[in-house]
T-cell receptor, first 113, second 114 residues
Framework: KAGVTQTPRYLIKTRGQQVTLSCSPI?????VSWYQQTPGQGLQFLFE???????NKGNFPGRFSGRQFSNSRSEMNVSTLELGDSALYLC????????????FGPGTRLLVL | KNEVEQSPQNLTAQEGEFITINCSYS?????LHWLQQHPGGGIVSLFM???GKKKHGRLIATINIQEKHSSLHITASHPRDSAVYIC????????????????FGKGTHLIIQP
């Protein structure tokens, strides 16, 4: 069974631009969660999608948004990029979400200049 | 606010040593996860615990719900165990845990020297 895939793997943007990251979950998994990892803050929860609905949201500004498609693939968008948005963005999938074991993708490393 | 504290932050040990990493949290939880992250970023889920103890190979994880504490043990440590180990908790909404998804500790950087 193929694992969680994320595209692109690396991205360089400039301040003020927007970016869209993509995540394809493991087949049969309907929950996709997104996380941001930075050296200063560590791993932080962004949001969770289940069956095309945002079920849970972390404490991030509205510039961070996401969506999920009917095939469970998910995208996250960051608008008006700031230098502090430079981070590793990870997605993880699970069958039903919530507390169950999540399977992580390799991440997208975003650098904002 | 849910806080997750890990100790130690950094640990260097010799091959073969018994390793213990600790995790404490502040609110009621539904589950606790131990994750392993290798250089380059890939994260692997090692254990999910809601009570008691689990063992997988040389890894053992325990949790004490009353004391809000969990430990990850590595027996007969090996250089390939060198990684960052991260504790994460999923809050219990009915115990005042909030609804913020997984909350993570800062991680323990483990280096096993041959």
């Amino acid at each position: 069974k193929a694992g969680v895939t994320q595209t692109p793997r690396y991205l360089i943007k400039t301040r003020g631009q927007q970016v869209t990251l993509s995540c394809s979950p493991i087949s049969g998994h309907r929950s996709v969660s997104w996380y941001q990892q930075t050296p200063g803050q560590g791993l932080q929860f962004l949001f969770e999608y289940f069956s095309e609905t945002q079920r849970n949201k972390g404490n991030f500004p509205g510039r961070f948004s996401g969506r999920q498609f009917s095939n469970s693939r998910s995208e996250m968008n960051v608008s008006t990029l700031e230098l502090g948005d430079s981070a590793l963005y990870l997605c993880a999938s699970s069958r039903s979400g919530g507390e169950e074991t999540q399977y992580f993708g390799p991440g997208t490393r975003l650098l904002v200049l | 606010k849910n806080e997750v504290e890990q100790s130690p932050q950094n640990l260097t040990a010799q091959e073969g040593e018994f390793i213990t990493i600790n995790c404490s949290y502040s609110v009621g939880i539904s589950a606790l996860h131990w994750l392993q992250q290798h250089p380059g970023g890939g994260i692997v889920s090692l254990f999910m615990l809601s009570s008691g103890k689990k063992k997988h190979g040389r890894l053992i994880a325990t949790i004490n719900i009353q004391e809000k504490h969990s430990s990850l043990h590595i027996t007969a440590s090996h250089p390939r165990d060198s990684a960052v180990y991260i504790c994460a908790v999923f809050p219990n909404l009915y115990s005042g845990g909030g609804a913020d998804g997984l909350t993570f500790g800062k991680g323990t950087h483990l280096i096993i020297q041959p």
